[in-house]
Each structure stands twice: as structure tokens, then as C-alpha cells.
């Protein structure tokens, strides 16, 4: 993951070790979605633009909502701690998941294999 500002070496290390499974199941406008990594194993329940809190792997607190766009799932978050926005994008391209970030005008891309 390329986002760098504000993320301390220690982090941005862990992070490229994580091992970081995603499985999105979608009923409706519900999303049950499954994280599974090194450092953590959760489960999210959230509904299209119903505000939810969220926790990254790293400890930061996170409020906001999802929205489809078409075919891509794009969330808004506000993290608690500083009041500045998360922008994540999730798309399917072929039979990759690919998820974008921004913040602070920086942008991050992670791609997720399908196993």
C-alpha cells in the first residue's frame, strides 16, 4: 500500500506483511464483509449509506458510509481522531478486487487476488 503521509515506517512495514483476505458477500443494499490478516480477523455488517464505525488493523477510528456507484462500492470515511476524510474505492476488474485509497491528497491502490 503506497499511503504514506502520517503512517510511520513500523506501520507501513507490518502492513506489506499482512496477509490481507477480504470476502464481500452482498444481499440487497447489505454487505457482510469478512477481513482476515495477520494481526486481526473481523467481521463488518453494513448497509449502502447507513453510517457505521470502523476500526483499521493499526487502531484508527473511522465513521462514515458506503455507496455504490454503478458497479464500484465507494466509502467516505471521517477518521475520529483529526476530522480529515478517507476516500476508498472498490471495483472488480477481471478477477482482481482492486481497492483505492485517498487522503490528504495522497493516493494508495491494493490489489486483491481472487483464490
Known amino acids: 500500500m503506497c499511503l504514506t503521509t502520517g503512517v510511520n515506517m513500523v506501520k507501513r512495514k507490518l502492513a506489506s506483511h499482512d496477509n490481507l483476505k477480504i470476502t464481500i458477500e452482498q444481499t440487497g443494499d447489505n ?13 463488518i455488517n453494513f448497509t449502502l449509506g447507513v453510517n457505521f464505525e470502523y476500526s ?11 455507496t455504490m456507484e454503478g458497479d ?7 477518521r475520529k ?3 480529515k476524510q478517507l476516500t476508498t474505492v472498490r471495483t472488480i476488474q477481471g478477477d482482481e478486487l482492486v481497492q483505492s485509497f485517498s487522503y490528504e491528497g495522497v493516493d494508495g ?6 483464490s
Do not use: C, Q, Y
Open 31 to 43: 454487505f457482510h464483509v469478512k477481513e482476515s490478516s495477520t494481526f486481526r480477523n473481523i467481521e
Open 56 to 66: 483499521l488493523a493499526d487502531g484508527t477510528e473511522l465513521s462514515g458510509a458506503w
Open 72 to 78: 464500484t462500492l465507494k466509502g467516505v470515511f471521517t
Open 81 to 83: 481522531d483529526n476530522g
Open 109 to 114: 491502490k491494493r490489489i486483491f487476488k481472487r
